[in-house]
């Protein structure tokens, strides 16, 4: 039988690092639907991965004087460490620096360009020739250069551009025709009445002052600027204009594009449009969710410090609390589609009430009782009563419930379902009193078929919960013997065979003291907060100096300061395959150090090595990790590194000269 198959996709994420539990909010919606319909026994795709190019991550590599790819690689490795850690089952991690994804922006391109729907022009700005920046004149502070402050001149560019204009009528068009296009309906009153009624202006789509960019097959001297490569990934990643296009046969169009709703206009605008010049279908769906919020405002990176006392970081979050604690804050708390407030506080009443009191009792209570009672071997279930039929039908109707709202995406809703089928168990417990009936030799039938129904029941809201608590939903179906792999075939009661083994679980979601642990939280948040502000990089310096290629002089060396160190200890770094953290003394100096040479050098090897070291580099913070210094290697044609030592014994501070 044909499996049906589903595309499902993330936005790519900017690799800014400093990652926040905003930044978890779309990946884990989609990964939540993405396991959904693996067990609907759907043939899945689910895409994610990151947006690496533009001036942002160009100017940032040459401020720390390393390669853009250099300057992203760990932090994409943090990113696709996080979405571990958050069990993200994605088919996918594309990187629109991935050579098939840069192969196919360029044919993209050639074809727009080919089709008439990319044509030259001028694009006019404020050029702020020390940071080599084009600016709007919106962009402009008091008038001058927004990030070092100095004199721009207004500049034009050759530039191409894409008749986005053209498509207007045509996007309206398809809004009308199909109403599930752009989810939720607001959305689309946004674009209507913001963009498009006004008519939509063409857009600049390449640079020739940005080089960190896809450079356009048909002039080389241009390259991509910023949407195009950034939505296409969405077809490249599935072999769109390659010699295997099996993929893009298969799942184009996609079921959704979950997107926040900062870059709806980008995907049900700009993003149809373009397909609509390719000629291919648009996607079924853009949905634009909600924000996560904190005292109102937006979670984001700038905005960290603003935050008082409350714990973002996905890390701390999951190493304090468990993935499923943190999947199933996100997937509940926020109601689907608008923003929600998050504070420490409230996954903390979430854990308990929902996870610690409801799901949890229920599940070792159900164990316990079968252990005790029947050596933790399933009773058969005798006659039912009113009582139990009510429980069996509310157990029979789950599966409906939660795919009607998974249809409608609302995972709050689902989990709603799931967990008020939960409480009746809770509720048939307190009606049944199953430790009576354990009392009485005479009622044992009874209680066999009390605890049978209770077994049911957390199977069949184990099975349902899989794609959102990945782990938890596991334990239990293994602690009732089932097999914790299967979809939702057997979700309707009476599935579970009597004489099945029942094993005793300990707390899934032991009961967090609220008081005592945000005491804790607001502790160590003011501590890395401290700590931070200690390793704080100097006052913004003004970006480097766009310095003539090619020769420099002896002032221009002695610029360098290279001082021979000695490391004392050496760790890896937690979030990186690729990061060493050296500790190292110069002299009578300290300094902490970061270096990818993790692949070449074991900490153990490290420690009492004398190395180069370039000590007035501006301190970076890689992977989160602060380093005050660079430690020099060679390196061979295939990127094998060595480390430059004295040839003689030097002690540490040593000059070089
Ligand atoms: O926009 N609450 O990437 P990005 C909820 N590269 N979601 C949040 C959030 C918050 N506080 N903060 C961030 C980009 N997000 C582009 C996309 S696609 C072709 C290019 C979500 O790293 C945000 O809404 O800024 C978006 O869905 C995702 O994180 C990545 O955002």
Redesign the pocket.
């Given at each position: 039988m044909k499996r049906e198959p589903y595309y499902i996709t993330?936005?790519?994420?900017?690799p800014?690092g400093n990652w926040h539990i905003?930044?978890c909010?779309?990946t884990v919606i989609c990964d939540a639907l993405a396991r959904f319909h693996r067990m609907l026994g759907e043939d899945v795709f689910f895409l994610t991965g990151t947006?690496e190019h533009g001036q942002k991550v160009e100017k940032e590599a040459k401020e720390r004087g390393v390669t853009p790819l250099q300057f992203i690689d760990p932090l994409v490795d943090e990113l696709k460490s996080m979405w571990s850690l958050l069990d993200v089952s994605y088919s996918r991690f594309i990187r629109t620096t991935d050579e098939d994804h840069i192969a196919c922006v360029q044919k993209i391109y050639q074809k727009l360009y080919e089709s008439g729907d990319i044509y030259k022009s001028e694009y006019s700005g404020y050029y702020c020739t020390p940071c080599e920046s084009m600016w709007t004149e919106a962009q402009l502070k008091d008038g001058k250069c927004p990030d070092c402050g100095r004199e721009v001149t207004l500049q034009k560019e050759e530039s191409y551009f894409f008749r986005l204009s053209k498509y207007a009528p045509r996007i309206l068009k398809l809004y009308e025709d199909n109403p599930e296009f752009l989810q939720p309906k607001s959305r689309v009153n946004e674009m209507v009445n913001n963009f498009l009624k006004a008519g939509l202006q063409d857009l600049c789509v390449s640079r020739t002052t940005v080089k960190w960019g896809v450079q356009l097959p048909f002039d080389k001297n241009h390259y991509s600027y910023v949407w195009i490569d950034?939505?296409s990934?969405y077809l490249s990643a599935l072999g769109y204009l390659s010699s295997d296009d099996s993929l893009f046969k298969k799942y184009w169009p996609a079921n959704l594009h979950m997107?926040?709703k900062?870059?709806v206009r980008?995907h049900a605008v700009i993003w149809p449009a373009i397909l609509m010049a390719l000629g291919l279908e648009p996607p079924k769906q853009v949905y634009g969710h909600g924000?996560?919020l904190i005292g109102g405002d937006?979670?984001?990176k700038s905005k960290q410090d603003a935050i008082k006392y409350e714990l973002t970081d996905p890390y701390e979050l999951v190493k304090r609390y468990g993935s499923d604690a943190v999947r199933y804050f996100l997937l509940r708390e926020i109601p689907f589609g608008s923003d929600g407030e998050y504070t420490n506080e409230r996954l903390l009443l979430r854990i308990n009430a929902d996870l610690a009191n409801d799901l949890g009792n229920l599940v070792s209570r159900t164990c316990a009782m079968i252990g005790q009672s029947f050596s933790g071997t399933l009773p058969a279930c005798g006659k039912s009563e009113e009582v139990d039929l009510a429980l069996e039908e509310a157990a029979n109707g789950l599966f409906e419930k939660v795919k009607g709202a998974m249809d409608r995406l609302n995972a709050p809703d689902a989990l709603g379902e799931i967990f008020s089928v939960v409480s009746k168990a809770n509720k048939y417990i307190d009606e049944t009193a199953p430790w009576l009936l354990a009392k009485d030799e005479s009622k044992r039938d009874r209680l066999a078929t009390v605890l049978y129904h209770l077994a049911e029941v957390c199977r069949i809201c184990a099975v349902m919960l899989k794609p959102f608590l990945t782990k938890a939903s596991c334990l239990i179906l293994r602690s009732f013997s089932c097999d914790e792999n299967e979809g939702f075939e057997h979700v309707s009661f009476g599935a579970l065979k009597a004489g099945a083994k029942v094993e005793k679980l300990p707390p899934i979601f032991p009961r967090i003291d609220v008081k005592k642990e945000l005491a804790e939280v607001e502790k160590l948040v003011k501590e890395r907060k401290a700590k931070e502000k200690k390793q704080a990089t100097p006052a913004k310096q003004a970006p480097a100096q766009a310095e003539a290629k090619g020769e420099i002089s002896i002032d221009d060396f002695a610029k360098i300061e290279l001082k021979v160190g000695t490391v004392i200890a050496c760790e890896k770094v937690a979030k990186s395959e690729k990061l060493l953290h050296e500790t190292v003394k110069i002299g009578d100096e300290t300094r902490s150090v970061v270096s990818g040479i993790a692949k070449y050098y074991t900490p153990e090897e490290m420690v009492g090595k004398n190395v180069v070291l370039v000590t007035n580099l501006k301190p970076v913070k890689l992977c989160g990790v602060l380093s005050e210094g660079m430690i020099l290697c060679a390196e061979d044609e295939n990127g094998v590194l060595s480390l430059l030592t004295p040839e003689k014994e030097m002690g540490s501070g040593a000059n070089i000269r």
């Open positions: 993330t936005p790519i994420y900017y800014s905003g930044h909010y779309t947006d950034a939505l990934n997107v926040g900062e870059i980008f924000w996560l937006k979670l984001s």
